[in-house]
């Protein structure tokens, strides 16, 4: 997502926005003021919807640097704050480099007039580089500004039940005023130091270049509080899109598939499938695996190969539940080591015993936790696709669905059972004495078509 700067006049005129005036927000009798920040007259009643659309401007009085611009003017060069606030003196040569010289100009009004003839110092930097090409492709009516909006109230809005102790010179009496939001106060000042320039519109003196300094100050306050809000894991992009929970999403790290096939047919992750490890399969079809597992428990059960008694059938039955059933997956999903264990329920008698449910029937040999998960969820994956997304979002390569490529081991093998056949079914007996250390595919892995169009790289 890029972002550029607009024209605030274009925008207020579009919208029709209302001007805010009153440095007062709330009246005597507790409502707020008609011209002010929280205007029902302006903006609308609470929680309509004016009152979460319609944008509002106070009116600067004469032309500030945006913040945008200014921000950009302070890191490049340290002398334009002491400049805009009548402390610095400078000459502008015949190169339009500014040097400082006591005889020479000061102010606001000195840059703006001199805007075009300026020429900033370039450097090696990027971001150097990057700030003179933004400031070189904006128009006037970007660069300078004479209004500055008001973001909607439902943004930002009063809250009666919120106070704070009032602030008076004199012992406290225990009144209080309510409290408003930062954002709602830098509002307030902007209006009071602009109320200044409808009377002095031209000065040169100390508190003229002092009050245009607050103002721009003030402008600036006002765009890093609202990129604060919109900025980070706590800001509002984050917290109301990017970090809506899903019920079934999993997370992991994107790598490229291995090259050690002949063919193009024969590559791990064919186009159009993502790869995704067991683990995440089971988080992301969680309600289907679950279900899934707990039949094949139950049916697994009532084959009782291990000569069990009917009482202890009955007891191992009562055993197979949905806690149970969470405890064999989270278990799976967040410990390697339990990836070659059989499944156990504890001895109803001896808590120290337990009874192995080995599956020998499947397949003639014990099975242990990723066999029978494996099977579960390949058979729950069929035909089913997973939706990709890869932050940060920069264009609609960023996210697309895909069909899915069940992994597991990296070493596996072609099986079939109750006419299913499984082409990458996990090779345990390879691991025997390996360990499941490096047995797995942990990683999400694409196709080597997709990883370019994500933005990703091939550093490994």
């Known amino acids: 997502?890029?972002?550029?700067?607009?024209?605030?006049?274009?925008?207020?005129?579009?919208?029709?926005?209302?001007?805010?005036?009153?440095?007062?927000?709330?009246?005597?009798?507790?409502?707020?003021?008609?011209?002010?920040?929280?205007?029902?007259?302006?903006?609308?009643?609470?929680?309509?919807?004016?009152?979460?659309?319609?944008?509002?401007?106070?009116?600067?009085?004469?032309?500030?640097?945006?913040?945008?611009?200014?921000?950009?003017?302070?890191?490049?060069?340290?002398?334009?704050?002491?400049?805009?606030?009548?402390?610095?003196?400078?000459?502008?040569?015949?190169?339009?480099?500014?040097?400082?010289?006591?005889?020479?100009?000061?102010?606001?009004?000195?840059?703006?007039?001199?805007?075009?003839?300026?020429?900033?110092?370039?450097?090696?930097?990027?971001?150097?580089?990057?700030?003179?090409?933004?400031?070189?492709?904006?128009?006037?009516?970007?660069?300078?500004?004479?209004?500055?909006?008001?973001?909607?109230?439902?943004?930002?809005?009063?809250?009666?039940?919120?106070?704070?102790?009032?602030?008076?010179?004199?012992?406290?009496?225990?009144?209080?005023?309510?409290?408003?939001?930062?954002?709602?106060?830098?509002?307030?000042?902007?209006?009071?130091?602009?109320?200044?320039?409808?009377?002095?519109?031209?000065?040169?003196?100390?508190?003229?270049?002092?009050?245009?300094?607050?103002?721009?100050?003030?402008?600036?306050?006002?765009?890093?509080?609202?990129?604060?809000?919109?900025?980070?894991?706590?800001?509002?992009?984050?917290?109301k899109l990017l970090g809506k929970i899903t019920d079934y999403a999993t997370r992991g790290v994107i790598s490229d598939p291995p090259i050690n096939q002949n063919r193009y047919s024969d590559q791990l992750v064919p186009f159009g499938y993502t790869g995704v490890p067991l683990s995440h399969a089971i988080n992301l079809f969680y309600p289907y695996v679950s279900a899934e597992l707990y039949n094949f428990l139950t049916a697994a059960i009532n084959q009782n190969e291990a000569g069990i008694t009917a009482e202890e059938v009955d007891y191992i039955k009562s055993q197979i539940n949905m806690e149970t059933i969470k405890k064999f997956l989270k278990e799976y999903i967040h410990s390697i080591d339990t990836r070659f264990r059989a499944i156990r329920i504890q001895h109803y008698k001896d808590p120290k015993k337990s009874y192995v449910l080995d599956f020998k029937y499947i397949l003639g040999k014990p099975l242990n936790m990723t066999e029978i998960l494996y099977m579960i969820t390949a058979k729950v994956v069929e035909g089913k696709h997973v939706y990709l997304k890869r932050y940060p979002i920069e264009n609609h390569h960023s996210i697309y669905p895909s069909r899915i490529?069940?992994?597991?081991?990296?070493?596996?093998?072609?099986?079939?059972?109750?006419?299913?056949?499984?082409?990458?079914?996990?090779?345990?007996?390879f691991y025997k004495d390996i360990g499941p250390s490096t047995a797995f595919y942990d990683t999400i892995i694409l196709n080597l078509g997709f990883i370019g169009e994500l933005g990703a790289d091939y550093d490994g």
Request: hydrophobic residues 35%; contains cysteine.
């Open 405 to 429: 490529k069940l992994l597991s081991t990296v070493k596996t093998k072609k099986i079939s059972f109750a006419d299913f056949t499984f082409e990458n079914f996990p090779d345990m007996d």
């Open 1 to 239: 997502m890029k972002i550029d700067i607009f024209d605030i006049n274009r925008f207020i005129e579009i919208n029709d926005c209302p001007e805010v005036s009153n440095p007062s927000y709330i009246e005597k009798n507790g409502l707020p003021t008609p011209d002010g920040i929280f205007s029902i007259e302006l903006f609308g009643r609470p929680a309509s919807y004016d009152r979460k659309t319609i944008f509002g401007y106070v009116k600067l009085n004469r032309k500030f640097f945006h913040p945008v611009v200014y921000k950009i003017l302070k890191e490049m060069s340290r002398n334009v704050a002491g400049i805009i606030s009548g402390t610095v003196y400078v000459k502008l040569l015949s190169n339009g480099e500014l040097v400082e010289d006591d005889e020479g100009d000061t102010g606001i009004d000195f840059l703006i007039d001199n805007w075009k003839k300026i020429k900033w110092k370039e450097s090696e930097s990027i971001g150097r580089s990057e700030k003179l090409t933004l400031l070189n492709n904006l128009n006037p009516k970007e660069i300078f500004i004479d209004k500055w909006l008001i973001i909607p109230p439902f943004l930002r809005d009063l809250n009666l039940n919120s106070t704070r102790p009032k602030i008076d010179s004199k012992k406290s009496s225990g009144s209080s005023v309510v409290s408003i939001d930062e954002i709602n106060s830098f509002y307030l000042k902007l209006i009071n130091y602009s109320s200044y320039f409808k009377d002095v519109p031209s000065s040169f003196n100390f508190v003229h270049h002092n009050n245009i300094f607050k103002l721009q100050t003030t402008l600036l306050n006002i765009h890093e509080a609202l990129i604060k809000t919109l900025d980070g894991k706590d800001g509002f992009f984050h917290k």
